[in-house]
């Protein structure tokens, strides 16, 4: 009878961007559909549209949300410290149905993880939004679950 080999943790790859100064994020390659250069997009303001949103764009025939994650997450967070940056960049993001584009500073790359290599994040509110925290080229990058993040902009619509 051989030695049973130890199974292995899937890797699930993760877009990893900037937000700002120093400040990256990761979300699963799976719910980035495509990235987009915004000086090439129209985004058109919508009055009334709550301020985490610049506006509204069409991308490929359909009309997304442009969301400011920068001010969502200083929304929701206000003691971290994000920089204001200007955006020149999106990453449009699915959950299910749902798309949108998130506006960010660039993207860095892509980065394989195990569930094992996320780590919890401290210190924060809204924990739920943020699975944990990883460590890439010796900088800290916490992962965003875009399924709790349009469940997040679903609550703060209905307040």
Same mark, same amino acid.
């Given at each position: 009878?051989?030695?049973?080999s130890?199974?292995?943790?899937?890797?699930?790859?993760?877009?990893?961007?900037?937000?700002g100064?120093?400040?990256?994020?990761?979300?699963?390659?799976?719910?980035?559909?495509?990235?987009?250069?915004?000086?090439?997009?129209?985004?058109?303001?919508m009055?009334?549209?709550? @301020?985490?949103?610049?506006?509204?764009?069409?991308?490929?025939?359909?009309?997304?949300w442009?969301?400011?994650?920068?001010g969502?997450l200083?929304?929701?967070?206000?003691?971290?410290?994000?920089?204001?940056? &200007?955006?020149?960049?999106?990453?449009?993001?699915?959950?299910?149905?749902?798309s949108?584009?998130?506006?960010?500073?660039?993207?860095?790359g892509?980065?394989?993880l195990?569930?094992?290599?996320?780590? &919890? @994040?401290?210190? @924060?509110?809204?924990?739920h939004?943020?699975?944990?925290?990883?460590?890439?080229e010796?900088?800290?990058?916490?992962?965003?679950? &875009?399924?709790?993040?349009?469940?997040?902009?679903?609550?703060?619509?209905?307040?």
């Amino acid at each position: 009878m051989s030695p049973s080999s130890p199974v292995q943790e899937p890797r699930v790859k993760y877009v990893v961007f900037r937000l700002g100064g120093s400040v990256r994020l990761a979300l699963p390659q799976m719910a980035v559909h495509e990235g987009l250069d915004l000086g090439g997009v129209i985004v058109a303001p919508m009055p009334g549209a709550a @301020l985490m949103f610049t506006g509204i764009a069409n991308v490929r025939g359909n009309f997304l949300w442009v969301l400011d994650l920068g001010g969502l997450l200083r929304q929701l967070e206000p003691d971290l410290s994000l920089p204001v940056t &200007p955006c020149r960049e999106g990453l449009v993001v699915q959950a299910g149905q749902r798309s949108l584009v998130v506006t960010i500073q660039g993207r860095d790359g892509f980065l394989p993880l195990t569930e094992a290599e996320i780590q &919890p @994040l401290p210190h @924060l509110r809204h924990k739920h939004l943020f699975p944990g925290l990883v460590r890439w080229e010796g900088q800290p990058v916490a992962v965003l679950d &875009p399924t709790v993040l349009f469940q997040v902009l679903r609550q703060l619509s209905v307040r």
